[in-house]
Structure formats: C-alpha cells, structure tokens
C-alpha cells in the first residue's frame, strides 16, 4: 500500500495546485495558503473516507486538521487505528 502522505500529496496536487510544478511539500499550507477551500475540503474528506474505508466526523474535519498533508495523515492514521 502506497504512503498516505503521498498518497494525500498526489491528490492534492492534482486536483487543486493550477500548476503541477509549483513546489509542494507535506509541511505546505493548505488551507491557510488558498490551495485549499472549504468546497475542496469536503472532496478531499471524501476522496479519504473513500481510499481508506474510514468515517472522518464533521467535528474533527476542520481546517485545522486539513491545513497541511502532515496533519491530513495524523488524522487518518487515527481513524485507521479505531478500525
């Protein structure tokens, strides 16, 4: 099974950056930097749910959590370990 910083990273790159070749890494501002919004959250909350088979609660999915891909997969791995 791939990373999932990488993982994350990957579909953050393709779905949301207008160019693939601006530097990202897993410590880069999401949400705070505009890469990210609150529409593009809840995809991103789905596309996760999705890939790993987990519920993410409405409450924990705040944009303090999604704010970089590092804590994206904090999060996940949590939800994983309740499996």
Do not use: Q, W
């Not at 099974?1 to 897993?26: A, F, G, Q, R, S």
């Not at 999705?50 to 791995?77: G, H, Q």
Request: aromatic content about 10%; hydrophobic content about 40%.
């Amino acid at each position: 099974m791939e990373n999932i910083k990488d993982v994350v990273l990957k579909y953050v790159v393709d779905e949301y950056l207008d160019d693939p070749e601006d530097e990202m890494t897993y410590e880069t501002p999401l949400i705070s930097g505009g890469i990210v919004d609150s529409f593009s959250m809840v995809s991103l909350k789905r596309f996760l749910e999705a890939t790993y088979k987990i519920s993410l609660p409405d409450d924990r999915a705040t944009p303090e959590a999604f704010d970089t891909v590092n804590s994206i997969t904090d999060l996940v791995n949590e939800f994983l370990a309740k499996k």
